[in-house]
């Protein structure tokens, strides 16, 4: 079993998965929900401001920006479902998800990461805290992941 440090929280790798607690997790879900709540709120606020006008004017693009204002509503409920609640705060991967690995070096505090390319073309980066724990993507190389510098 390797444990390796994250920023936020620890990352454990047993046989063909990997585990991931802390606070990592449920950081992007958090996220992911109140950027949601926050953009259904003013669409659906847009929504009632273009209906409304429409009932005075009848313009036909007012109801046009109402219904692309509903949408967007709609859109915002899904992407807060599905990366939120139920996508997210996964904090297991199967290795054979992962179809290659990106190490980089943010430049502007010099934070360690390793973006995993995982199946369905979703995407988890993870922060490390210190180099040493960059060898994380050798153990990757070892279980047949493409590593990408």
Do not use: C
Request: proline letters at 1%; a positive charge.
């Amino acid at each position: 079993m390797n444990t390796f440090q994250l920023k936020r929280g620890i990352l454990r790798m047993e046989g063909d998965r990997i585990f991931i607690s802390g606070n990592q997790a449920r950081y992007v879900k958090v996220l992911y929900l109140i950027a949601s709540i926050g953009w259904s709120v003013f669409f659906s606020v847009q929504a009632q401001k273009h209906y409304k006008t429409y009932l005075i004017t009848l313009q036909l693009y007012q109801l046009l920006f109402t219904l692309l204002s509903s949408a967007m509503v709609l859109f915002w409920l899904y992407v807060g479902y599905a990366r939120g609640i139920k996508d997210a705060g996964r904090d297991e991967i199967d290795v054979k998800e992962i179809v290659k690995a990106q190490k980089k070096l943010r430049a502007s505090d010099e934070v360690p990461m390793i973006t995993l390319f995982l199946e369905n073309n979703r995407r988890r980066t993870l922060e490390f805290n210190h180099l040493d724990d960059l060898h994380f993507a050798d153990s990757l190389a070892g279980r047949g992941v493409l590593i990408v510098e």
